[in-house]
């Protein structure tokens, strides 16, 4: 994706401008160009401009985005959160790194630092989160949530509901969900703050997911259907592992993105 953001440089300074990274994004997006693949298995194609309209008959059958890396702080909001009780009760200070397994290798997206939380009915999601999240992430994440939840004749598969707090896990009335606000760069916790691996936007290539690896104590790069957690670490050691995330970063040549601006709202 093409984004209008903020990042940190290797030396640590902060700059401002379009980059590229990748990154969930559900609602609409625009072809900006295609793009020179060295390695079709790892570049990417093609480099989209996310916006968003949300439709006239509701969100019924849509997917929902999450985690959420737009505005001024990033969120997770429902992900897995319905089969796992230890996943909606994490702890300020908690880093939750979200990715994928690809040939043998475990591939970061996203580094969320939870800063604070929010819990909410995912049936009642833009009421309880008014004033909580920005309007951009109550029409693309918590407007599926609400209309899924409310009617599952049109919802998508059973897997990914089961997974991702998609109608199924979400029908019962009384299901809690919590809405994690990630750290920043000017409000870090315990000198963390949240980021997403990119680059500065130009030339013809983007790049590929820069794989990471930790401790398995910690961490597996393991193909998972679930999350793999760890619980009761001291904040020397989360600080550690997180760095190690953002030096396994760097070290592919890559920025940390720690603001992404919001996508633009069309009519539908």
Not at 94 to 100: E, L, Q
Not at 220 to 229: A, C, D, G, V
């Amino acid at each position: 994706m093409q984004l209008r953001g903020e990042w940190l440089q290797i030396d640590g300074s902060t700059r401002s401008g379009e980059l590229w990274a990748w990154g969930e994004w559900e609602p609409q997006s625009r072809l900006l160009r295609r793009l020179h693949q060295p390695d079709a298995d790892a570049h990417p194609a093609c480099l989209w401009l996310p916006y968003y309209a949300v439709p006239d008959d509701g969100c019924e059958g849509l997917h929902n985005t999450d985690p959420f890396i737009f505005g001024d702080q990033f969120l997770y909001s429902n992900c897995r959160q319905p089969n796992s009780t230890r996943l909606r009760r994490l702890a300020r200070g908690s880093v939750i790194a979200f990715g994928s397994h690809k040939a043998g290798r475990w591939l970061l997206d996203t580094v969320l630092v939870v800063a604070d939380f929010v819990d909410y009915s995912p049936s009642w999601a833009r009421s309880d989160l008014a004033g909580q999240a920005p309007l951009a992430f109550l029409d693309v994440t918590g407007r599926p949530l609400e209309d899924n939840s409310h009617n599952s004749a049109c919802a998508p598969s059973p897997n990914h509901r089961e997974r991702c707090g998609g109608p199924r896990a979400c029908h019962d009335p009384d299901t809690t969900l919590r809405l994690y606000r990630g750290a920043t760069p000017t409000h870090p916790v315990h000198g963390m703050f949240s980021f997403f691996p990119a680059m500065p936007a130009g030339g013809d290539t983007g790049f590929p997911r820069p794989s990471v690896e930790l401790c398995e104590s910690y961490f597996t790069n393991k193909p998972l259907r679930s999350h793999k957690q760890s619980c009761d670490l001291s904040r020397e050691t989360m600080a550690r592992l997180w760095k190690s995330l953002a030096t396994q970063v760097r070290s592919e040549g890559l920025v940390l993105g720690t603001h992404a601006a919001l996508p633009e709202r069309h009519e539908a």
